[in-house]
C-alpha cells in the first residue's frame, strides 16, 4: 500500500477519534446531565492539563526506548477504553477525572503521528515540505467528518458519540501497528540535564521581554480558542428554546454549521502567505486577534433566521483566528530563537496556547458563565418571557421537562431551572479578545526581519 496513503488515512482518524465528541460533548453535559457550567469548564481544561507534560514525555519515550508507531497504537488503545467508559459516569466530578485520563492518552498522540508522518517520509526518501501538509490536512477532513457523522444520526447530545468515538481510536490503534517501524533515534544524551531531557530550557526566554510578552499573549489567546470549542455548538442548539427558531436547518444541524470553521481552517492555510508577504508577521497576529473579536462579536447578534448571515460568517473567520495566529507565531519563534533552543521554544509555544491558555480559558469560562451570565427562574410566566412565547408553547414544556421540572397548580416550578443568557456570554467574550487585541498592538513592538522575510519566501515556495 502506498506510504501516503497509509499516513493520510492515519491523520484522518488521529482527529476523527477527536472530532467525533469535541464539538458537541457540550450538548451531552447540559442537554442529558443537566450537569453545570463551572464543572464544564473543568472538562475542556484537561486537555491543557494532559498538554503540560504528556506529549513532552511520551515523546522522551519514544525517542529513547520505544518504537513511536507502537506507543502510538497503545496510546489509542487506552484512550479507546476510557471513552468507552466515559458513559457510565453519572458523577460530574468522576466524569472530570476520566476524561482527564482520556486526555492523558489522546494528546500526546497529535505531536507522535506528526513524528511517525515525517520519519516514514523521510526514511522512503520523500520530501515532507512538499508533501506532509496535503496529508495533515486529511486529519481536519477526519475532524469534520467525524462532526457530520454525529450529527446525522442523531447524537449530538448522547453517549453514543463517545462510542463513535472509541470505535474509531480502537480501530486506529490496531491500524498503528501495521505502519512503518519508528524506532527510537536515542538522540537525547544521557549527560543531558532534566531539564534539558523534558524541554523545560526554553522557559529561560521568558528573560527576553519581547518574547515573554509573546508568550503570555499565546496563552490569553489559546485561552479564545477553548471558549467557541466548548460552547458553540451547545449555544446553537439552545435556539431550539424559541418556537421561531425550533425547527431551523441552524437548530436541527448545529454541529454541521459548526464544522464550517474546520472547512475555513482548510481554505485560510492557502492564504497565508500572501498575507504574510504583504503585512508581515506582527500584522498578521493582529489580523488573526481581530478576527477572534468578529467570532465572538458576530455570535452575540446572531440567529438562525434573519442573521443567519451573522453565524455562517462567524464561523467562516474562524479560520483566520486559528491559522493566522498559531501560523505566524511559530514563524516569530523561529526566526527570533537560536538553533539550540529553537525546538524547545516551539514546545513552549504549544505548551503556553494548548496548555496553559486552554486551562486558563476553560476553568475561567466555566466559572464566569456559571456566575454571571446563566440566570434562575422559577415559574412559568417568567420562562416564557424569556423564551419569547405563550406559556403553553411545546417547546418550552419540552425543555421544563427535560430537566426533570414539574409545574405545581399555581404556575411555579417544583425546583429552579436555569438558561444561559448567551447573547452576553458572547459579548463579553467579545470585549476580552478586543482588549487582547490593543494591548499587543500598543506593548508588543517588533520590525519584520529579515530571517522573517526568508522564512516568509520559503513558504511561498
Known sequence: ?????????????????????????????????HWDGTQFGAIFATMGFASLFMPTLTGIIADK???AERLYALLHILYAGVLFYLPQVESPNAFFWVMLVAMCFYMPTISLSNS??????????????????PIRVWGTVGFIAAMWITNLTGNKASANQFYIAGISAFLLGIYALSLPKCKPSKLISEKASLMQTLGLEAFKLFANYKMALFFIFSMFLGGALQLTNAYGDVYLDEFKHFPKYAE??????????????????????????FFLKRFGIKKVMIIAMMAWVFRFGLFAYGDPAGNLWMIVLSCVVY???????????????ETSTTAKTRSSAQGLFMMMTNGFGAVFGSLVSGWMIDKYFTKAFTDVQSTSLFVGSEPTNTHLLK????????????????????????????????????????????????????AEQQAIEAINH
Open 1 to 33: 500500500m502506498n506510504v501516503k496513503f497509509r499516513l493520510t488515512l492515519m491523520s484522518f482518524l488521529q482527529f476523527f477519534v477527536w472530532g467525533a465528541w469535541l464539538i458537541t460533548i457540550a450538548n451531552y453535559w447540559f442537554g442529558t446531565k
Open 65 to 67: 526506548w520505544i518504537n
Open 116 to 133: 511517525i508522518s515525517y520519519t516514514t517520509l523521510k526514511s522512503t526518501n520523500l520530501d515532507v515540505v512538499k508533501d506532509f501538509p
Open 248 to 273: 431551523s436547518f441552524v437548530v436541527q444541524y448545529s454541529t454541521i454549521i459548526m464544522s464550517i470553521s474546520q472547512v475555513s481552517e482548510t481554505l485560510f492555510i492557502l492564504a497565508i502567505p
Open 319 to 333: 479560520g483566520m483566528a486559528f491559522d493566522f495566529f498559531n501560523i505566524s507565531g511559530s514563524l516569530f519563534v
Open 399 to 450: 425543555y421544563i421537562k427535560e430537566q426533570g421540572v414539574s409545574i405545581l397548580n399555581n404556575g411555579t416550578f417544583d425546583k429552579t431551572i436555569y438558561m444561559k443568557d448567551w447573547h452576553h456570554i458572547w459579548l463579553s467574550f467579545t470585549v476580552y479578545a478586543l482588549v487582547i487585541t490593543v494591548l499587543f498592538a500598543l506593548l508588543f513592538k517588533h520590525k519584520h526581519t529579515r
